[in-house]
């Protein structure tokens, strides 16, 4: 089993909704976005690439942990605290996580590990999200655990309910009949950073 | 010279060890260094423990670049701890002319900068409180893992060493014992540079550190740096009466130091090449160091070593003040290296897709020593300056009362 998630780029258009889903669904503490939507080619968010000459194009990419069939960051890890779980989901132990960031380092896909800096502070006074999530804690590294919590309950990603665009698909790449693995057999695709090695279980329709 | 030789040779060992003794351990001198090192030790350890209680958010790390100065200073002191294997190990091993039965002394220093890259890395951790894990929990797989054992390992068979070595110059140890010993001293300080390459060179994420070469090129730093503060401590104690070593001994080792700056040139240079031939991303790298904001670190570095080299291959350069100079210079050498290696690798990110950033801001004092380097993805903060500088102190606090509790001086026998 490889659960493993689906984007159509040409159907996004840059809503942010998957990263408040995700921000409110894990109950993120302030300045913590698992799941970020970025703007190819421009300097800013929503800022589109080009210019007046050529003209502008604006293209986006929610980008988040990219929960590689071959990942860099559980290899790195020297206790464990990030490991592969048989569903392909890349899962995170705040218990066990030392704080040493080699996971960071070790992670092509600058940005998607967040290490807690601080305490944890939120903008609400009350805790948003699901009941059964781990308590966020100072000094270890979070991302995007596929919401691990849901996928327990038999739901999918939070990121995958809201989408106004449709953009997303969910389901086990390792199973020939599932959506995701017909998507990628019919359209065409990307992975990011596929010279790493790492083939990421998340693809990108282009 | 010739003189001065002959009227150290006439005087006993006993007469040579009470007046060094008289001139430099006993001293006041050596105690007042060892209660400021201790001083500013503990207010090191307090700005830790404010770093911990406060949180990490007073470093100027941040998700994109997770790593800094401590472990910056962590790959510079596993690299100054090669000297014991230089003059005292090596020699042993094979058999060789050693250098003037320094090799206890350099042992201890070996053993206070292992300890001191164990510190850093420990106040780089988010939590220490966890450390237990990593006998409990070992990930085998992970190269972090890999240092963690081999560091254990140099330590306890570097102070085992310093202790055989002891015993043996006391007549009570075998010197079969102590060579053999030796070999596994040299092979794990081998191993500890290389090992401590392999956390950088092995990840495919970073271009800048993910090449075969900087294992051996972690060792000839090390071999480099290690020589360099060795030759430093030894001309030091040696003036302040310490301890006596002839003047060539001093010479040779300065030859081997314009050695290893060669060599550690030479693998720049194998890797340069190999970065920017094939034009690309390798090129970005080159242009980043030769051109771009790391500049000044990289030609620190290079000219520091063309100064070293002319003075450790010119004879009548090759005098303990220049020799002093460029030891010193050597270890800047490796320092602004560290620095390269460390922030290079985070410069360039591998998607540059800018919008949204994560975590914190930089605290007000952070953002003040941030704004002095504004081109540099990452520049230490204050609070980062001040632990390191308390750790390093720690270290000289070790260092200095070692020098004047333990037996290091050295004796006929070596």
Not at chain 1, 51 to 78: I, V
Not at chain 2, 167 to 188: D, K, Q, Y
Request: net charge neutral.
């Amino acid at each position: 089993m490889r659960l493993g998630m689906v984007i159509d780029t040409r159907r996004c258009f840059g809503c942010q909704t998957c990263a408040v889903a995700c921000k409110s669904a894990n109950n993120l503490p302030n300045n913590n976005w698992w799941n970020r939507v970025l703007t190819e080619g421009g300097e800013n968010m929503d800022c589109p690439a080009g210019d007046y000459e050529k003209g502008y194009s604006l293209t986006f990419l929610p980008t988040s942990c990219q929960h590689c069939d071959n990942p860099a960051c559980t290899r790195a890890c020297p206790v464990g605290a990030t490991s592969k779980r048989e569903d392909g989901v890349v899962f995170q132990d705040y218990d066990k996580c030392i704080g040493c960031r080699m996971c960071v380092a070790a992670c092509p896909y600058n940005g998607v590990r967040i290490f807690n800096w601080e305490e944890p502070e939120y903008y609400l006074d009350f805790a948003l999200g699901d009941k059964d999530i781990p308590a966020h804690q100072k000094h270890v590294v979070e991302k995007c655990t596929f919401c691990a919590h849901r996928l327990a309950q038999g739901k999918t990603p939070a990121c995958m309910v809201l989408c106004p665009a449709r953009a997303r698909f969910w389901g086990d790449l390792d199973d020939p009949e599932s959506e995701v693995s017909k998507l990628i057999n019919k359209r065409k695709y990307k992975q990011l950073l596929t010279d790493r090695g790492t083939n990421p279980s998340v693809y990108y329709l282009v | 010279m010739a003189e001065n030789n002959s009227v150290s040779k006439n005087k006993s060992a006993e007469e040579r060890e009470s007046i060094s003794a008289q001139r430099s351990s006993r001293g006041s001198g050596g105690l007042i260094a060892i209660v400021i090192a201790a001083v500013i030790a503990v207010a090191g350890i307090a700005l830790w423990i404010y770093q911990l209680s406060d949180g990490l958010v007073n470093t100027n790390m941040r998700n994109l670049s997770s790593w800094g100065l401590y472990l910056i200073m962590f790959m510079l002191f596993v690299g100054l701890s090669a000297g014991g294997l230089i003059i005292s190990s090596v020699p042993r091993v094979f058999g060789v002319k050693g250098f003037g039965g320094i090799g206890k002394v350099a042992t201890w220093v070996s053993i206070c900068c292992t300890a001191l890259a164990v510190a850093f890395v420990v106040v780089d951790l988010g939590g220490p409180q966890r450390l237990w894990e990593l006998v409990a929990f070992a990930n085998m797989s992970s190269p972090l893992m890999w240092d963690i054992i081999v560091l254990s390992v140099y330590l306890i068979i570097s102070v085992v060493y310093l202790w055989a070595t002891m015993r043996f110059e006391n007549g009570t140890g075998s010197s079969t014992a102590l060579r053999i010993l030796s070999v596994f001293a040299l092979i794990s300080a081998v191993m500890v540079h290389t090992v401590t390459a392999w956390i950088f060179g092995l990840q495919i994420a970073r271009e800048f550190w993910y090449t075969a070469l900087l294992g051996p090129w972690f060792v000839s730093s090390a071999l480099l740096s290690g020589l360099a503060l060795i030759l430093i401590v030894v001309v030091v104690l040696r003036k302040a009466g310490y301890l006596e070593l002839e003047e060539s001994n001093i010479r040779r080792m300065a030859v081997l130091l314009g050695v290893f700056t060669a060599v550690d040139l030479y693998f720049f240079g194998c890797d340069l090449l190999t970065s920017g031939f094939p034009g690309g991303s390798g090129a970005e790298v080159v242009a980043l160091l030769t051109t771009g904001v790391l500049a000044p670190y990289f030609w620190v570095e290079v000219i520091a070593g063309v100064v070293t080299m002319v003075i450790a291959f010119t004879p009548s350069l090759r005098n303990p003040g220049p020799i002093v100079i460029a030891a010193a210079l050597s270890i800047v050498a490796i320092l602004c290296k560290r620095i390269q290696l460390m922030i290079g690798g985070f410069q360039i990110p591998n998607m540059d897709l800018p919008g949204v950033t994560t975590g914190p801001e930089l605290t007000g004092g952070g953002q003040a020593f941030a704004d002095v380097a504004a081109a540099l993805v990452y520049f230490p903060s204050p609070l980062e300056f001040g632990v390191t500088i308390g750790v390093v102190s720690l270290g000289a606090f070790m260092l200095l009362l070692g020098l004047r509790m333990l037996p290091l001086k050295p004796k006929e026998q070596e």
